[in-house]
């Protein structure tokens, strides 16, 4: 346990000393304790900011998205790759489906780029199906939120899906030979002893994904985003980018992380809450 240990406390507790960086006017120079004090003049400028609640709703907007189309995605792959029989076909899948996981983001953005810019493969059957200009996908504000959903279920999907699969082989095959004797379709093993059998793992799942809410990953969106589109694709993180590193404000970034961090955990501790009362199933 060591080494797991070493890790948690040495990035991820240590570091939570730097956040009193949010309430002063930070200089390298002057170190974290000979900084000035600012006390909230950082958040105050945050939330009366004129861009405060464009990045806000873009990325709650991005992150429900996410959760409504990419969270299912690799529970749906999961049961399907339960019903093949054949060994062969299953591995197939689950490595073509894993592949793009293992890909470095910046290759895969730059795919992304190249299918969507004009002429890309994916523009042009846009472009032949809606009958626009062809101009760039990512050009068009519109267009930014579906593009960046379709990345990540492309992405993530297959290796997500191990933890589903890894549930699915711990319920009791009983069960299914005991529903296949009562005559019951593979249709009803899913919904009565597959989807039952996930639940607990769902439920964990869906709790943790609600504690990264606002943690869209600034990354691949750094990578895809331009000024034309900041309209609908600038978030909290891609903010806190700009003006920690590249304006060297890091007072501000470093309040503006502070806030992202509380809402997560207000967010993590409701959903582990609602989740104990209704489900039964909860981190704590």
């Keep these: 346990m060591i080494p797991i240990i070493a890790y948690y406390v040495i ?7 730097g956040a009193i960086i949010a309430f002063k006017q930070f ?28 990045i806000l709703i873009n990325t709650l907007l991005i992150s429900l998205n ?17 019903e093949v029989r054949s060994k062969y076909v299953k591995n197939v899948v689950q490595t073509v489906t894993y592949m793009p996981y293992f890909i470095s983001l910046v ?11 004009s002429g890309g493969l994916i523009n042009t059957a846009y472009t032949a199906l809606t009958g626009t200009d062809g101009q760039a996908m990512l050009q068009r504000p519109e267009l930014f939120r579906t593009i960046y959903v379709m990345s990540e279920i492309w992405q993530k999907t297959g290796w997500e899906s191990i933890i589903y699969m890894a549930a699915l082989m711990g319920i009791d095959t009983e069960q299914y030979e005991a529903a296949r004797m009562d005559g019951a379709s ?9 989807l039952p059998g996930l639940l607990p793992t769902i439920m964990i799942m869906l709790i943790l994904r609600m504690g990264n809410m606002l943690n869209v990953g600034y990354e691949k969106i750094v990578l895809l985003y331009n000024p034309i589109i900041y309209e609908t694709a600038d978030v909290i993180s891609t903010s806190v980018y700009r003006k920690g590193l590249l304006e060297a404000n890091w007072g501000f970034s470093s309040a503006v992380g502070l806030f992202n961090s509380a809402f997560n955990l207000i967010l993590l501790v409701a959903a582990n809450a609602l989740s104990r009362k209704w489900s039964k199933n909860s981190l704590w």
Aim: aromatic fraction near 24%.
């Design 11 to 17: 990035f991820h507790y240590l570091p939570m000393y």
């Design 107 to 117: 290759v895969i953005c730059g795919i992304v780029k190249d299918f969507t810019n």
């Design 66 to 82: 996410t959760l409504l189309f990419e969270f299912p995605a690799p529970i749906l792959l999961a049961l399907l790759l339960n």
């Design 27 to 54: 200089s390298p120079v002057k170190g974290i304790w000979g900084s000035d004090w600012v006390g909230l003049k950082h958040f105050e400028a945050f939330f009366s900011s004129y861009y405060f609640w464009r």
């Design 186 to 194: 593979r249709w009803r093993q899913i919904w009565h002893i597959s």
